[in-house]
């Protein structure tokens, strides 16, 4: 069955400076891939998703994520955060051994030092 | 446009009770997806509506049960609470049922079970 790892329950970055969030899947068969992100009090938001095509998918707010098929990951990245970038993040897959239902990392908490 | 709202916010139940949590989906969606994030971890899948029928169900017993209506907002039912069943219950609408559809989600209803 499928499975999403996120690495790093936390990681703190300074104002200004780049982020990665990692996200690995251990099913490599037809995914789709998605990262969410959830602000203090408020519903999930869609940042980007992987359906096909070109590996590097550009999201909102500046984030974009690589399909990486032989390691069978979709890391996140931005190049400068902001404190507005404050939240937790979490990755998402879908393939046919889920009937194409999310299953979802366990998240990991973006936190910005000024 | 309405996004996605969820009644009530906060619930306090106790073992064996029951419990109704409600789902208005954004204006023109037509599928209503269910979660349930424990604390600390990523959500989990329950069950999907599309069209006023069930159209997939994840590993959760049959005291977890659903009705979607038919201006299609949603019920989500527990019946015989364990305390395991505090989480937040989130709910997601999309247009269409299918898998690359954007879920776009509610702020969540907080249930604890004593």
């Known amino acids: 069955a499928q499975s999403v790892t996120q690495l790093d329950s936390q990681v703190p970055v300074f104002e200004e400076a780049p982020v990665e969030l990692r996200c690995n899947y251990s099913?490599?068969?037809?995914?789709?891939l998605f990262w969410y992100v959830q602000y203090p009090n408020q519903g999930l938001q869609l940042l980007l998703k992987y359906l096909s095509g070109s590996t590097l998918v550009k999201g909102i707010n500046g984030f974009e994520a690589e399909f990486n098929k032989s390691q069978t990951s979709f890391h996140l990245r931005k190049p400068s955060v902001h404190i507005s970038d404050t939240a937790e993040y979490f990755c998402?897959?879908?393939?046919?051994?889920?009937?194409?239902?999310?299953?979802w990392g366990a998240g990991t908490k973006l936190i910005i030092k000024p | 446009e309405t996004g996605v709202t969820q009644s009530p916010t906060h619930l306090i139940k106790t073992r064996g009770q029951q419990v109704t949590l409600r789902c208005s989906s954004q204006s023109g969606h037509n599928t209503v997806s269910w979660y349930q994030q424990a604390l600390g971890q990523g959500p989990q899948f329950i069950f999907q509506?599309?069209?006023?029928?069930?159209?997939g169900r994840g590993n959760f017993p049959p005291r977890f049960s659903g009705l979607q209506f038919p201006n299609y907002s949603s019920e989500l039912n527990v019946n015989a609470l364990e305390l395991d069943d505090s989480a937040l219950y989130l709910c997601?609408?999309?247009f269409g049922g299918g898998s690359t559809d954007t879920q776009y989600f509610g702020p969540g209803t907080r249930l604890t079970v004593l």
């Open positions: 509506y599309y069209r006023e029928e069930e159209n």
């Open positions: 998402a897959v879908s393939d046919r051994d889920s009937n194409y239902q999310l299953i």
């Open positions: 997601a609408s999309s």
């Open positions: 099913s490599s068969v037809s995914v789709y």
